[in-house]
Nanobody
Framework: VQLVESGGALVQPGSSLTLSCAGS????????ISWFHQVPGKKREGVSC????????YYSDAVKGRFIISTDAAKNTVSLQMNNLQPDDTALYYC?????????????????????WGQGTQVTVSS
């Protein structure tokens, strides 16, 4: 499956933004789909993950209550609605898919998670 992220932008603190992860070559609802973000020089961090069978959603502690992950089966996309964005949310955001593993435990070691990755979309939060 191929993944393409979109929706990244430069926004002010407190703003909202929605990222999309579009899949081709496979049906995303067969996979666990996770969003990660990474800042240059720092470790890649998990943000949010969704499994459709069964329907489960997970969020990192940093975004819980602010971000919402969802899926549009007709468009074969997974979206990440990001609310009340803060400068610490500034990063390159990736979506990744894994067919054989459930959503990763963001408090554990998830360095091996994700068989398929997109190229990323930049989110910058600055006044």
């Amino acid at each position: 499956v191929q993944l393409v992220e979109s929706g990244g932008a430069l926004v002010q603190p407190g703003s909202s933004l929605t990222l999309s992860c579009a899949g081709s070559g496979g049906t995303l609802d067969a996979y666990a789909i996770s969003w990660f973000h990474q800042v240059p020089g720092k470790k890649r961090e998990g943000v949010s993950c969704i499994e459709l069978k069964p329907d489960s959603k997970y969020y990192s502690d940093a975004v819980k209550g602010r971000f919402i992950i969802s899926t549009d089966a007709a468009k074969n996309t997974v979206s990440l609605q990001m609310n009340n964005l803060q400068p610490d949310d500034t990063a390159l955001y990736y979506c990744a898919a894994d067919l054989f593993r459930p959503c990763p435990n963001y408090r554990g070691d998830y360095s091996q998670w994700g068989a398929y990755w997109g190229q990323g979309t930049q989110v910058t939060v600055s006044s």
